[in-house]
C-alpha cells in the first residue's frame, strides 16, 4: 500500500475526486482518504508514479 500526502484536500468532495481519478486509473483500486491528515493510502497495481500523475491531473498537489 502507498501513501500520498495531498496537502490540498479539504472535503468530501475532495475525497471523491481523489478516489474517482485513482479508480479511472485503475477500478480495483483501494482508496482509503484521512482528511485530518490529508493523506491517501492506495492498494493498485499501478505505480506510483502513475498515481500521483493521476491525482496531479485531477487538480490537487501531490508530496512525498
Not at 13 to 21: D, E, F, H, L, P
Request: hydrophobic share 40%; net charge negative; charged share 30%.
Amino acid at each position: 500500500m502507498s501513501v500520498f500526502r495531498v496537502p490540498d484536500m479539504h472535503c468530501d468532495g475532495c475525497v471523491r475526486s481523489v478516489t474517482g481519478a485513482v479508480r479511472d486509473l485503475d477500478e480495483k483500486a483501494t482508496v482509503q482518504a484521512d482528511l485530518q491528515t490529508r493523506q491517501v493510502r492506495v492498494e493498485t497495481t499501478a505505480s506510483d508514479e502513475a498515481v500521483a500523475a493521476a491525482i496531479r491531473e485531477a487538480g490537487f498537489t501531490v508530496e512525498g
